[in-house]
């Protein structure tokens, strides 16, 4: 029995790989063998549908794997240097909007004159009122003509909203039955192995499993009967199953003998108020954390029988791990192909329930076998400190690898020890992933928090540099999930000669960052199920145009990337069959936008001249992306979807658990409003934006946000049914780093 202390973080991330189009006897499920190491089960060779675009797909690679680049990689950036007068004079703006930038406004609630030195010193400025969703900023400036200002964070965000969507369709209207189908299937098969095996040494794993899918079909459904008349069968299966609904802490479970974190069961992220995807949620968390330690002789059983009554007929089976598979990634601990190929290896004929009770043949060829299969590279299970954290084990429907989490784990205790105070690092920082893809300044914050004084925090990063901080094909096309990340890493890259000003500063280095982060968390919260923790809305005015011109932030890199991976995602589904023509057309319009964008972006950095048709684009952007917010909200609000206050944008993510008591929660907050100044035409012009505000904080292991909570807590409070206002503890402040580049002018 281990149970208590564990200072490991567990973190549970979403990978997106491949989905077959037909099931499979052996479906492919890879572990990673060791933190550091990329699984080639991860893999994914996808290739990515042509574009319409006007931007065009560089071929200079040909392996499958490769990157299709849509961007020009021979382009040299050659906008001159700029910065804004002390007195601001050089600035272009319409008069209209004086009162943002003259001293002559200046009243109790307006102070232009600290937006004005904010654009002087850096050239950009976040000031610290926000909006309920990020295509709010950019309608209003094509309401009022002030130019827009296209963000990387406004981009991410609009395919977050998409994403999550689409998965939550596919959960509604597909996983949730086929689960069904393999919970009865599996409890049918159980009962029938119970009962040939009472008598043997098989006959408590047999008991085992039968009482381990009866709580997973339970979680389902609750008109569930059992198959067999037993009251140990039942009061074991009442047991777990009302510390599951509970979620309230740590306990023994009774079928594995492990400390099992049932607070994780706490539906949360888009599952959080919807009967059946509750329901789901619970059963896929039971299925993808109950462990089986495979160095357990009696556990050890259990995994085989599972494993032949599965092989039996896997096809809902496959069909729901190869379509999670393709939003989540490859299972972080072994599975029934694993388990399936160790039989194959020892048996001398097919394995059948027969041959693997052989007790010699069990004994002298199966058990060595399963000592060979790859242990997870990220531990989810409470341990005792000193303990092994990374268990053997099996999982019907492992929680998935991710690159994150790989890196958090080496990043805690006991991985990096503990720094000369002799406190320990029981839970990560997002900063962590940012600092190993990449991100110098990341490494320097986390270096001036102190995070760096940890015995092995810095040979491990190193390491961990030395795995992910590359290009390698193989592994950012192993999902959706790697996809995104790898989207955003171009961030990291410093810019300086030729580009913008306003990007030749730590500042926006640090504002990159935050779009890191922001999109992060927003990843984190649509695969907040299936991804394993590591434990420690257009039209327009009728009077004189202005000058409204708008600009868009130079990362050509970024949204051929994101083109990618509209295309890569609309591929997936499609080889699915779980496509409608409408999220179709969608996502070629996701890939539409991005491909303008490099078009425009491009155009910028080598001073080629902007078409009206472009300069348009960017007025109109608002309404694009809001086209988006409209189809995702219109299932839950249908026609009464009127503005974004009905479903704003903040989201909150567990992603990582310290046993001692605590998790750290990330999230994104109101879209916040982002002032940059560029260059048209010889002029310096000022145009507006979205961006992230990203929140990071650690709160008890017992109170795992919702989205409702969190937007509760960022209000201050909430009104109940009977309209009264009901104060809740407010959010905490966002991160210290984040605040250099922010202002309050008013």
């Not at 939003?327 to 020892?346: H, P």
Request: proline content about 4%.
């Amino acid at each position: 029995m281990k149970k208590g202390y564990v200072a490991l973080v567990m973190a549970l991330t979403m990978v997106l790989s491949a989905c077959a189009s037909t099931p499979v006897e052996s479906p492919d499920a890879q572990s990673a063998q060791e933190t550091t190491e990329v699984s080639e089960g991860n893999e994914q060779n996808a290739a990515v549908g042509e574009s319409s675009e006007p931007a065009t797909v560089n071929e200079e690679k040909s392996s499958d794997s490769s990157e299709k680049i849509y961007y020009d990689p021979n382009l040299i950036p050659s906008i001159a240097p700029y910065s804004v007068n002390e007195d601001f004079s050089n600035v272009v703006y319409a008069s209209d909007f004086a009162y943002l930038f003259s001293d002559e406004y200046e009243s109790e609630y307006n102070h232009p004159s600290i937006l004005r030195n904010a654009l002087i010193k850096n050239n950009f400025a976040v000031t610290a009122d926000s909006s309920r969703e990020f295509f709010d900023i950019y309608e209003d400036n094509r309401y009022v003509m002030f130019p827009n200002f296209i963000t990387v964070d406004s981009l991410m965000h609009t395919y977050h909203l998409y994403f999550a969507h689409l998965m939550k369709k596919c959960e509604q209207q597909y996983l949730s039955d086929e689960l069904k189908k393999v919970s009865s299937n599996m409890l049918a098969e159980s009962a029938k192995q119970y009962e040939e095996l009472k008598g043997t040494d098989w006959e408590n794993a047999a008991f085992r499993n039968l009482a381990f899918f009866y709580v997973g079909s339970l979680l389902q459904d609750e008109s569930v009967t059992a198959p067999v008349s037993d009251p140990e069968l039942d009061a074991i299966v009442k047991g777990e199953y009302d510390k599951v609904m509970a979620a309230e802490g740590i306990e023994v479970c009774a079928l594995t003998d492990l400390n099992e974190d049932y607070t994780q069961y706490k539906p949360r992220g888009y599952y959080d108020g919807d009967d059946q995807l509750e329901h789901y949620f619970r059963a896929m968390m039971w299925y993808g954390r109950i462990a089986f330690e495979l160095d357990n002789e009696e556990m050890a059983k259990s995994v085989i029988l599972q494993t032949i009554a599965l092989s039996a007929d896997n096809k809902e089976w496959s069909n729901i791990y190869e379509v999670t598979s393709f939003f989540a990634g490859k299972s972080d601990d072994a599975g029934f192909k694993e388990i399936y190929d160790a039989l194959e290896e020892s048996c001398a004929e097919a394995p059948s329930l027969r041959a693997v009770t052989d007790e010699k043949t069990f004994k002298d060829s199966i058990l060595p076998a399963l000592k060979k299969v790859n242990p997870p590279a990220v531990n989810s299970i409470p341990v005792y400190d000193g303990e092994d954290p990374i268990i053997p084990s099996y999982r019907f429907m492992g929680q998935r690898f991710t690159i994150d989490a790989a890196i958090m784990q080496r990043l805690i205790y006991s991985s990096v020890k503990e720094n000369p105070e002799g406190e320990r690092r029981n839970l990560p920082d997002t900063l962590d992933t940012a600092a190993v893809l990449g991100s110098e300044k990341a490494y320097e914050i986390l270096d001036e928090q102190g995070d760096t004084k940890y015995e092995n925090y810095n040979e491990n990063i190193q390491a961990l540099k030395a795995v992910f901080n590359n290009d390698e094909q193989d592994l950012w096309n192993a999902s959706l999930y790697s996809g995104w990340l790898y989207t955003l890493r171009p961030l990291f890259e410093e810019k300086r000669d030729g580009y913008p000003s306003y990007m030749q500063s730590e500042e926006w280095d640090k504002k990159n960052l935050e779009t890191f982060a922001g999109s992060y968390a927003e990843l984190k919260h649509d695969t907040i199920l299936y991804t394993k923790q590591p434990m420690a809305e257009m039209g327009g005015p009728d009077f004189e145009p202005l000058d409204d011109r708008g600009y868009v932030d130079t990362q050509p890199v970024v949204y051929s990337r994101f083109k990618a991976l509209s295309e890569k995602t609309k591929e997936m589904l499609s080889s699915c069959n779980m496509l409608s023509d409408g999220a179709s057309d969608d996502l070629d319009k996701l890939s539409e936008i991005a491909g303008t964008l490099i078009t425009i972006s491009e155009k910028e950095l080598t001073n080629d001249t902007i078409t009206e048709d472009e300069y348009e684009f960017i007025r109109c952007y608002g309404g694009y992306i809001e086209h988006f917010w409209e189809e995702v909200t219109k299932d839950s609000l249908g026609e009464d979807a009127i503005d974004s206050t009905q479903a704003p944008c903040p989201v909150i993510a567990d992603i990582a658990t310290d046993p001692n008591g605590s998790v750290l929660e990330v999230g994104s907050g109101y879209a916040a409003t982002i002032y940059v100044v560029f260059p048209i035409d010889g002029e310096l012009h000022v145009g507006r934006g979205s961006a992230y505000s990203f929140y990071q904080f650690t709160t008890s292991i017992t109170d795992r946000m919702t989205d409702e909570e969190w937007k509760n807590a960022l209000s201050g409070g909430y009104l109940d049914e009977e309209w009264n206002w009901v104060e809740v503890e407010h959010a905490p402040e966002q991160p210290s780093w984040t605040q250099s580049y922010r202002i309050k002018n008013n």
